[in-house]
């Protein structure tokens, strides 16, 4: 597997576009800070922002444990909109896919994040958000690796 999203500490920058139901897409930028500790712990804190308005910034802070060569994992978020999340992600040889729901929620939200791998400093991400089985938005980006 040779990815570098994730897998290895890094800055990214996203840029894209969020849809909501019956709504104009709206462009979002932010990005994503990711460490390692040695114990095969990681924690990934992200930040996106609407540039022309209309929907409030989000950001995300995750934990998850990832033990060397093992290609699943679990994680731990903290969502600014969802509030305490749960998860866990499979990675593939070209992609890095996501599955969340939200804790102690009667509405049943959950969401998933595909990263699909382009290169060692490129990647593209397909997510969406469900209120029960309803997609309520999608977001698709770009990540790229800075520095």
Known sequence: MAHTF?????????????LERDQPPLEIKGGALIAWN???????????????????????????RLNGGESQYTYVLQHSQLGRVE??????????????????????????????RF????????SGMLTGHYLTSTMEATLERQG
Not at 87 to 116: K, M, P
Not at 119 to 126: E, T, V
């Open 87 to 116: 998860g866990e992600g499979w990675i593939s040889n070209h992609a890095i896919v996501q599955r969340y729901w939200v804790l102690g929620d009667r509405q049943r939200q959950s969401g998933f994040e595909t990263f699909y």
């Open 6 to 18: 994730l897998l290895e500490p890094g800055r990214w920058h996203l840029a894209g576009f969020w």
């Open 38 to 64: 040695q114990e095969d712990w990681f924690t990934m804190v992200t930040k996106f922002s609407f540039p022309g308005g209309g929907h409030q910034d989000i950001s995300c802070q995750y934990r998850g």
């Open 119 to 126: 290169s060692d400093h490129r990647y593209y991400l397909a």
